[in-house]
T-cell receptor
Framework: TQLLEQSPQFLSIQEGENLTVYCNSS?????LQWYRQEPGEGPVLLVT?????EVKKLKRLTFQFGDARKDSSLHITAAQPGDTGLYLC????????????FGTGTRLLVSP | EAQVTQNPRYLITVTGKKLTVTCSQN?????MSWYRQDPGLGLRQIYY???????DKGDVPEGYKVSRKEKRNFPLILESPSPNQTSLYFC????????????FGDGTRLSIL
């Protein structure tokens, strides 16, 4: 059973456009991480959000953790071709060893 | 340089021929994990280890074995590989807290014919 659903699955946009990626679950997470993965490489951590309602900014990327800690969003302003990649959310569950559950991923293509 | 190293990066083999994918990290991390990545399914955890000699099953452990004899190494063993284990595999490590970043290797693409 997939606990974290991401939408959209695919997104193809032009340079300069804005976009939002959603990560939704019916489960509560103690924290949520966002990763970006490029072809031929492993995922690389972008941000960790811990508190319900928390908003973090990383240059043109804005991450928000839902008030109930069940969902999160990633907003990119004025997307650049360098933003192209697979974006993965991952929620940490308090099950003793705090397992990370990964979302299904959103593949973003930003064309010049 | 902090890194997680997997070998091999690519492997094509045949059904039933035992294989091992090695994973080594140089960050003295307690927690290590193996994932497989398949289209539309995201990253699914195969096995994890909380420390030396402590391993446990993840979500999709069938057909895989692991060992953790040393802190830095966490090999993934396929005793009798089958075509449904064709996938992209990632090893990852992190320090104890779930808020810490998980560091991934660059992946191993396995094709089982």
């Amino acid at each position: 059973t997939q606990l974290l659903e991401q939408s959209p699955q695919f997104l193809s946009i032009q340079e300069g456009e804005n976009l939002t990626v959603y990560c939704n679950s019916s489960s509560v997470f103690s924290s949520l991480q966002w990763y970006r993965q490029e072809p031929g490489e492993g995922p690389v951590l972008l941000v960790t959000v811990v508190t319900g309602g928390e908003v973090k900014k990383l240059k043109r990327l804005t991450f928000q953790f839902g008030d109930a800690r069940k969902d999160s969003s990633l907003h990119i302003t004025a997307a650049q071709p360098g933003d192209t990649g697979l974006y993965l959310c991952a929620g940490a569950q308090d099950t003793g060893f705090q397992k990370l559950v990964f979302g299904t991923g959103t593949r973003l293509l930003v064309s010049p | 340089e902090a890194q997680v190293t997997q070998n091999p990066r690519y492997l094509i083999t045949v059904t039933g021929k035992k294989l091992t994918v090695t994973c080594s990290q140089n960050m003295n991390h307690e927690y290590m994990s193996w994932y497989r990545q398949d289209p539309g399914l995201g990253l699914r955890q195969i096995y994890y280890s909380m420390n030396v000699e402590v391993t446990d099953k993840g979500d999709v452990p069938e057909g895989y074995k692991v060992s953790r004899k040393e802190k830095r190494n966490f090999p993934l063993i396929l005793e009798s590989p089958s075509p449904n284990q064709t996938s992209l595999y990632f090893c990852a490590s992190r320090s104890g807290s779930h808020n810490q970043p998980q560091h991934f290797g660059d992946g191993t693409r396995l094709s089982i014919l």
